[in-house]
């Protein structure tokens, strides 16, 4: 048996093959990331509406729960008359809180102040809370 060496011009293109099929995979694996980070999710109809009993919200307070696989909340600003808002910061997409002491939303990243409606009562965000509406439904509301 008797072998051949290869010429250094096969090893060459040989190994430039090698590569670019390396190269290749690097940049539809990289591409493919890229594609699935900037393309939106399809939630379908994941959550499209949200059933909570009454009880959970006290009047004058909020309770937080996940909507379409977001952050939002619920309010009772008087006996009987709810409001459900988005709980994402409409600034930089930070979650507000809810202060009883003051009866608005605080967005703990820059200091943006929601009223119980959702308006921008003070700092950087540029637009009002997300709001969602809300039936009564026995005891129960159903938000969405």
Known sequence: ??????????????????????????????????????????????????????DLVPVGGAHFFAYQGRPAVVLQVSAGEFVALSAVCTHLGCIVKWVDATQEFLCPCHAGRFAPTGQVLGGPPPQALDSYTVTLDGDDLLIG
Do not use: C, H, K, Y
């Not at 493919?32 to 994941?46: A, I, K, T």
């Open 1 to 54: 048996m008797s072998e051949t060496p290869a010429s250094p011009t096969e090893r060459r293109t040989f190994l430039g093959i090698l590569l670019a099929a390396i190269g290749a995979l690097t940049a539809g694996a990289f591409g493919w990331s890229l594609f699935r980070f900037l393309s939106p999710v399809d939630r379908g109809n994941e959550d499209s509406q949200v059933r909570l009993a009454r």
